[in-house]
C-alpha cells in the first residue's frame, strides 16, 4: 500500500498536495524535500498525474546480511509521520466543458518560508523591495508630470496663451492729422499735407554705397547730402558703443509721388511710411501769429502753433492685430484686432481777416524798410468786440523754415516786444484827471519852459514860454510834457498808478498767444525823484504795443475795457464748434467821459503845428496820439528812436484801432508812424465797407 498510488477524492495523487487550492505548484516544495532527505517520484501514467509515496528509511550503517552500511532486513526504519489520505474512489471521465475564455482567477498569496542562506554564497537580491521602490519613484514621476500638466492647461494656460499672442501681435500706430488754422472767413491760413518719411536698418543695407546713389538721385531736391546716406546706411553702433543700430531716418517730409518712387526700388532695408507737414499758402503771411513746428513731430513751438498745441494735435489710433510670419507678415484672418482710429486735431478759427492781414503787412514792411527798423508792429483792433482783425511783425519770416532768420527776430513784436510807451501814455494822465473831476475840457493849464523834477528838467518841443496857459486838447495836440507833468501832479502817483492797472498796464493782456510779456510799472512806494516827471510822460514804463492798443481800445469803445483776442473759435473734427473763455471786461471811464477825451484827441490831427497831422484821412474823423520813446536795453537804452502813433476811427463812432510802433534810429511818431497809420487805417475802413459819417470835427484850439 506504502508503494501504490494513492487518489484524492479530485483524482490527485498525495504529492499533489503541493499544489494549493488555486491550482498553483509550491515552488519551495522540491527544496524543502531536498533539505528533508529526499524525494521519490513514481513513473506517470498517462491520464493521471503522479501520487508521492514515503519509501521505508533504513537504517545507515546495518545492511542486509550484517553487511557494512546495509541494515538487517528486518530491522527497518519506522515510517514518518505523513498526510492522511482519504480512500480513493472511482474517478469519472471528465465531461468535456463547452469551450469558453478563460477566466483568470485571483491569485493568492503563499506564505514563502524564509530559507537559511548556506555558508559562503552570496546574499540573495530581494526583488520585492527593489519592486516597491521602483512603482513609488515611477508614481512620484508621474504625479509630479500630471501636476505640471494640471498646473499648465488650467492655471497657467491663459498666461502662456497671452504671451505666444503677444509675440505674434503688431501695435501699428496711425497718426492723427494736425488740425489746421483759419481766418474769420475760414480760409487757410496754414494746414497739414500727407507726406512721407524713409527710414533704414543699417544692418540690412549689404551696399551702402550703392543704394546711396539711388537714393540721392531722389532725395537731392530735399537737400539730402549724398554722404549723409552713406553714413546712415553704413551698420553703426547706438551711442552706448554696444548695441546696432536697426532703424535710423534718412529724411522727412518728401512728397508722396517720391515715397512711391523709392518703395518701387523694392530694398528690404528701406521703410517708407505716413507722415505729414505744415503747409502755408501765404509763406510768411500772418507768420508772427501761426508760430510754427518743429519736424518731424510737429510740435507747436511759437505762436498759436505752441499756444494752441494740445488742441491741434489730435489724438493718435492704434492697430493691434495679429500676423503671420514670412509670407503671412500681414493681419490673420479672424486673427485677434483692435482698432481704436485716430482721432484727427481740431482747427483754430482767428479772428484775423487774412486780405487785411495781407494789406497792413505789406504796408508795415515797404514803409519801414527803407527806414532801416530793427523792428516794427502794426494791430488792427474791433472797436467794439477788441477783436484782433490784424497784427503784423517787421521782419516777418517763413513759418515752414524758420531757422533762415535770426531767432531774435521769430517773436511775436507785437506782445513780447517791450518798449517805453513815451507819449502816447499821456492819455492815461488825461483819461484819470477827467474822470476823478481834476480838469474839465474846458480847463486851462499854465505851462512853463520846463519843470524840474528830481534835478532834471523836463521842456516841450519847442517850448512855450513861462505862464503859457494851454487847453487840454492843446497839451494833448502839441504833447506838451510841462502841461502834462501838472496835470499828473494833482492827479497823485497813486490815483496814476490805479488808472494804470486799470487800463491793463503791468499785466499780459491774454490775447492769445504764448511768451507775451507783462510789461512793468513803478509802484508808487518805488518812485524816486525822477519819477514824477517821467512816469507820466511815459517813460520808466514797460508796455508792448498790444498794451497800449488795449488802451486806446478802451477809449473807443465808451470807457469799458474789453480784453483783446486772437480766436474766435475752436472747430472740431466733428464740426461742432467750441467758443474760447469769455473775455474779461471792466469799467475804466464813464462813457461821457471817453467821448470827451476822443474829442480831445481829435486835436492831434486837426490843429495847427499839431505833431500828428500825417495821419489824418480826408472825410474821416480821426482822433489819436503820437509818442516817441526809447527801447530798454540791458540795465539803459538802445541807440535809436521808438515811434508810435495809435488812433481810432471814425472818432465820432469809432469801428476800428489802428496801433503803430517801429524802432528806427532816428525819426518822431508823427513822421514815422502817423503816415503809416494812415494807410493803414484807410485800407482798414474801405475794406470793411465804413463810410464817412460827413460830420464836421469840433473846434479845438491849444490857447483859450
Known amino acids: 500500500?506504502?508503494?501504490?498510488?494513492?487518489?484524492?477524492?479530485?483524482?490527485?495523487?498525495?504529492?499533489?498536495?503541493?499544489?494549493?487550492?488555486?491550482?498553483?505548484?509550491?515552488?519551495?516544495?522540491?527544496?524543502?524535500e531536498v533539505i528533508q532527505g529526499g524525494r521519490s517520484e513514481q513513473p506517470r501514467r498517462a491520464g493521471r498525474r503522479p501520487v508521492a509515496t514515503q519509501a521505508p528509511v533504513k537504517t545507515p550503517g546495518k545492511t542486509p546480511g550484517n553487511a557494512p552500511g546495509r541494515a538487517p532486513a528486518d530491522e527497518e526504519e519506522p515510517l514518518r509521520p505523513r498526510r492522511t489520505v482519504p480512500p480513493a474512489r472511482k474517478v469519472q471521465p471528465p465531461r468535456k466543458a463547452p469551450k469558453r475564455a478563460p477566466v483568470r482567477k485571483k491569485q493568492s498569496r503563499v506564505a514563502v518560508p524564509r530559507l537559511k542562506r548556506r555558508p559562503g554564497l552570496p546574499k540573495l537580491?530581494?526583488?520585492?523591495?527593489?519592486?516597491?521602490?521602483?512603482?513609488?519613484?515611477?508614481?512620484?514621476?508621474?504625479?509630479?508630470?500630471?501636476?505640471r500638466l494640471v498646473q499648465l492647461q488650467l492655471t497657467d494656460a491663459s498666461a502662456y496663451a497671452a504671451e505666444g499672442l503677444k509675440d505674434r501681435l503688431v501695435r501699428a500706430v496711425l497718426p492723427a492729422s494736425r488740425g489746421s488754422i483759419l481766418d474769420r472767413n475760414g480760409k487757410i491760413l496754414v494746414h497739414s499735407v500727407e507726406?512721407?518719411?524713409?527710414?533704414?536698418?543699417?544692418?540690412?543695407?549689404?551696399?551702402?554705397e550703392a543704394l546711396a546713389d539711388k537714393l540721392f538721385a531722389i532725395l537731392d531736391k530735399y537737400g539730402v547730402p549724398r554722404s549723409d546716406l552713406v553714413r546712415k546706411m553704413t551698420p553703426h553702433k547706438a551711442a552706448d558703443g554696444k548695441t546696432n543700430v536697426r532703424f535710423e531716418y534718412l529724411v522727412h517730409q518728401i512728397d508722396v509721388a517720391d515715397g512711391d518712387r523709392i518703395e518701387a526700388l523694392h530694398f528690404g532695408a528701406l521703410k517708407v511710411d505716413r507722415d505729414e507737414r505744415r503747409e502755408i499758402p501765404g509763406y510768411d503771411l500772418a507768420s508772427n501769429i501761426i508760430g510754427f513746428t518743429s519736424r518731424p513731430d510737429l510740435s507747436g513751438q511759437m505762436g498759436i502753433e505752441k499756444q494752441y498745441d494740445s488742441v491741434l494735435r489730435g489724438v493718435d489710433g492704434l492697430h493691434v492685430y495679429e500676423h503671420g510670419e514670412g509670407d503671412l507678415d500681414k493681419p490673420l484672418p479672424y486673427g485677434y484686432e483692435e482698432l481704436n482710429p485716430a482721432r484727427p486735431g481740431s482747427s483754430v478759427e482767428l479772428t484775423i481777416d487774412q486780405d487785411l492781414q495781407y494789406s497792413v503787412q505789406s504796408a508795415l514792411a515797404e514803409r519801414m524798410k527803407p527806414l532801416n527798423a530793427d523792428f516794427a508792429s502794426a494791430i488792427v483792433l474791433d472797436a467794439h468786440t477788441m477783436e484782433v482783425m490784424a497784427m503784423a511783425s517787421y521782419p516777418s519770416f517763413a513759418a515752414t523754415d524758420p531757422g533762415s532768420v535770426d531767432p531774435a527776430l521769430l517773436k511775436d513784436q507785437c506782445t513780447a516786444t517791450v518798449f517805453d510807451p513815451g507819449s502816447i501814455h499821456k492819455v492815461i494822465v488825461m483819461g484819470a484827471a477827467l474822470q476823478e473831476g481834476i480838469i474839465s475840457p474846458t480847463t486851462a493849464v499854465t505851462v512853463n519852459s520846463k519843470v524840474n523834477k528830481g534835478g532834471v528838467n523836463y521842456t516841450d518841443h519847442p517850448p512855450q514860454k513861462d505862464g503859457t496857459p494851454m487847453t487840454i486838447p492843446g497839451i494833448l495836440a502839441l504833447s506838451s510834457n510841462v502841461g502834462t507833468i501838472a496835470v499828473a501832479d494833482q492827479l497823485g502817483k497813486d490815483k496814476l498808478y490805479e488808472y494804470q492797472k486799470k487800463f491793463g498796464l503791468g499785466a499780459r493782456t491774454g490775447v492769445g498767444l504764448p511768451n507775451e510779456s507783462p510789461g512793468q510799472l513803478l509802484p508808487p512806494d518805488q518812485w524816486k525823484g525822477t519819477s514824477p516827471g517821467s512816469i507820466p510822460i511815459g517813460n520808466g514804463v514797460a508796455t508792448t504795443a498790444m498794451q497800449m492798443a488795449a488802451v486806446y481800445g478802451t477809449i473807443a469803445n465808451d470807457g469799458r475795457?474789453?480784453?483783446?483776442?486772437?480766436?474766435?473759435?475752436?472747430?472740431?473734427?466733428?464740426?461742432?464748434?467750441?467758443?474760447?473763455?469769455?473775455?474779461?471786461?471792466?469799467?475804466?471811464?464813464?462813457?461821457?467821459?471817453?467821448?470827451?477825451?476822443?474829442?480831445?484827441?481829435?486835436?492831434?490831427?486837426?490843429?495847427?503845428?499839431?505833431?500828428?497831422?500825417?495821419?489824418?484821412?480826408?472825410g474821416y474823423r480821426i482822433a489819436g496820439k503820437t509818442g516817441t520813446s526809447q527801447l530798454p536795453d540791458a540795465g539803459g537804452y538802445a541807440k535809436g528812436d521808438v515811434v508810435s502813433f495809435i488812433g481810432m476811427a471814425p472818432a465820432e463812432a469809432p469801428r476800428y484801432v489802428v496801433a503803430v510802433t517801429a524802432h528806427v534810429p532816428t525819426g518822431a511818431g508823427g513822421s514815422v508812424a502817423a503816415p503809416a497809420f494812415k494807410e493803414m487805417m484807410a485800407l482798414t475802413l474801405s475794406s470793411f465797407g465804413v463810410t464817412p459819417t460827413g460830420t464836421e470835427p469840433p473846434k479845438l484850439t491849444i490857447y483859450p
Open 561 to 618: 475795457y474789453v480784453q483783446p483776442t486772437l480766436v474766435k473759435k475752436i472747430i472740431g473734427p466733428d464740426g461742432t464748434t467750441t467758443k474760447p473763455a469769455a473775455q474779461q471786461t471792466r469799467q475804466v471811464l464813464d462813457p461821457k467821459v471817453a467821448q470827451e477825451l476822443r474829442v480831445m484827441l481829435e486835436g492831434v490831427t486837426t490843429l495847427d503845428d499839431a505833431t500828428g497831422k500825417q495821419a489824418a484821412i480826408p
Open 195 to 208: 507726406t512721407r518719411y524713409v527710414a533704414v536698418d543699417p544692418m540690412a543695407v549689404k551696399d551702402p
Open 125 to 147: 537580491a530581494e526583488p520585492r523591495r527593489r519592486l516597491r521602490l521602483a512603482t513609488v519613484l515611477a508614481l512620484v514621476m508621474f504625479a509630479a508630470i500630471g501636476g
Open 1 to 32: 500500500m506504502s508503494e501504490a498510488k494513492r487518489y484524492t477524492p479530485r483524482g490527485r495523487t498525495v504529492r499533489d498536495a503541493s499544489v494549493d487550492a488555486g491550482g498553483r505548484k509550491d515552488p519551495f516544495r522540491p527544496a524543502l
